[in-house]
């Protein structure tokens, strides 16, 4: 499957990368409650999420797969939503 380039808030574009996105979505779960296998759990399903809903996509914006990132894994536990909405970076 070939993945979109992501449009950045800057407006710069960057390739889609499935690490950062687990990445993030994985240390949300951890600064909640959920053990490491829970939030490995989370965090699959979340990519399975995403990579459905950027399937056939050239070019997405980083707000748009943050909104769906949030949604997905919010199903899953509202607690580590909470964590990965509030948590941006900001460089």
Same mark, same amino acid.
């Given at each position: 499957?070939?993945?979109?380039? $992501?449009?950045?808030?800057?407006?710069?574009?960057?390739?889609?990368d499935?690490?950062?996105?687990?990445?993030?979505?994985?240390?949300?779960?951890?600064?909640?409650?959920?053990?490491?296998?829970?939030?490995?759990?989370?965090?699959?399903?979340?990519?399975?999420?995403?990579?459905?809903? $950027?399937?056939?996509?050239?070019?997405?914006?980083?707000?748009?797969?943050?909104?769906?990132?949030?949604?997905? $894994?919010?199903?899953r536990?509202?607690?580590?939503?909470?964590?990965?909405?509030?948590?941006?970076?900001?460089?």
């Amino acid at each position: 499957m070939t993945h979109p380039h $992501i449009v950045k808030r800057k407006e710069h574009e960057e390739p889609y990368d499935n690490h950062k996105v687990y990445a993030s979505c994985y240390a949300a779960c951890l600064n909640t409650s959920l053990s490491k296998k829970e939030a490995e759990t989370i965090c699959a399903e979340v990519m399975t999420d995403l990579d459905r809903w $950027i399937e056939g996509k050239d070019m997405v914006r980083s707000e748009e797969i943050f909104k769906e990132i949030t949604q997905s $894994i919010y199903r899953r536990n509202k607690e580590a939503a909470f964590m990965y909405k509030t948590h941006l970076d900001v460089s």
